[in-house]
């Protein structure tokens, strides 16, 4: 008789544990981003161009003049010294001449024409 009495017993005691829920609880460090939304409606950023070329040119006076191009063709940095400072040539669109105080480059990393305050047209070459 004290079987019957005791299975009884058990199936009482295990209904609780059944019906638990063993998941893991799962611990983050990360809190939600307050800005997320308004990250979204961000406008895009437009990266800096890289570096295409750098190039030292020989121009017809015979003084050189270093170039760094950027892909995208419309921004070019251009120094008359080779620790000189750097003079930011741009354009509005690729293939217009690069211009800046008055400084216009056109041309490719084989071969300039530059315009230069005070000095006229010189063409360089590499």
């Keep these: 008789m004290k079987r019957y009495i005791l ?3 058990v199936a009482l005691l295990a209904l609780p544990l059944a019906a638990c829920d063993n998941k ?3 611990v983050t460090t990360t809190a939600s981003d307050p800005m997320a939304e308004q990250l979204k409606k961000a406008a895009k950023v437009e990266l800096p161009p890289a570096m295409k070329a750098s190039v030292t040119f020989r121009c017809k006076d015979n003084s050189l ?3 760094d ?3 995208g063709d419309k921004q070019a ?3 008359t010294a080779k620790d000189g400072a750097a003079i930011r040539l741009t354009a509005e669109a690729a293939g217009d001449p690069l211009k800046a105080d008055g400084y216009s480059l ?3 990393p084989k071969a ?3 315009t230069q305050p ?3 047209t010189l063409t360089c070459k590499t």
């Design 24 to 26: 893991p609880e799962v």
């Design 106 to 108: 056109t041309g490719t």
């Design 7 to 9: 299975l009884p017993v």
């Design 65 to 67: 003049v270093f170039v």
């Design 77 to 79: 940095t251009l120094r």
């Design 69 to 71: 191009f950027f892909s």
């Design 118 to 120: 005070g000095k006229g």
């Design 112 to 114: 300039i024409t530059l």
